[in-house]
């Protein structure tokens, strides 16, 4: 069983639930709990760019959207 997405292959499984657990313990992926990917922009869910300072949870686009609404001013 060859597929792309291990959500993908639990739908193949079935209703087989010893073939289904096996499945679970041994190929779904682990919660992660830090690294890069863990840090995601809370309204676009990019991980690339992220601002976390001050709470704000941003990418640096979103930002830039968000920036005159948050209370930020442009400089220069």
């Known amino acids: 069983m060859t597929t792309s ?9 079935g209703k087989k639930p010893g073939k289904r657990a096996k499945y679970e313990k041994h ?3 682990k919660k992660r709990t830090f690294g890069a990917n863990t840090k995601r922009c809370k309204n676009c869910g990019n991980p690339h760019g992220h601002i976390g ?17 948050l209370g930020f001013k442009q400089y220069s």
Request: with cysteine.
């Open 5 to 13: 997405h291990h959500s993908k292959v639990l739908q193949q499984i």
């Open 27 to 29: 190929n779904e992926p």
């Open 53 to 69: 300072k001050y709470g704000l949870n941003l990418c640096r686009r979103c930002f830039r959207d968000f920036a005159k609404e």
